[in-house]
Nanobody, 119 residues
Framework: QVQLVESGGGLVQAGGSLTLSCQAS????????MGWYRQTPGKQREFVAR???????IYADSVKGRFTISRDNAKNTVSLQMNSLKPEDTAVYYC?????????????WGQGTQVTVSS
């Protein structure tokens, strides 16, 4: 199975910045889409941002203009630069990736990393 390893979560004051990173493991892995989702207790997991292997990106309206997603196809990594953070951005952030390993299709999730924005 493809493993996703996340890093970069932490505690930051409102208006501050954090960068989340995620790297996919394994050889002969082709990743189509990588993205970030977040979840707060009592709420459904929501989409944040994703990037296609070709470089196209989409963002949730709630983060558009503040967050930037990028990827390094050679390293199979994706990053989320989060600026102007707000308390409502507090959540567990999950990395997601889909693609193929040889002939096998996969859709994997990271373990999640906590982001807490204080007021």
């Amino acid at each position: 199975q493809v493993q996703l390893v996340e890093s970069g979560g932490g505690l930051v004051q409102a208006g501050g910045s954090l960068t989340l990173s995620c790297q996919a493991s394994g050889s002969t892995v082709y990743i189509n889409t990588m993205g970030w989702y977040r979840q707060t207790p009592g709420k459904q997991r929501e989409f944040v941002a994703r990037v296609h292997s070709g470089g196209s990106t989409i963002y949730a309206d709630s983060v558009k203009g503040r967050f930037t997603i990028s990827r390094d196809n050679a390293k199979n990594t994706v990053s989320l630069q989060m600026n102007s953070l707000k308390p409502e951005d507090t959540a567990v952030y999950y990395c997601n990736a889909d693609g193929t390993v040889l002939w096998t299709v996969f859709n994997s999730w990271g373990q999640g990393t906590q982001v807490t924005v204080s007021s």
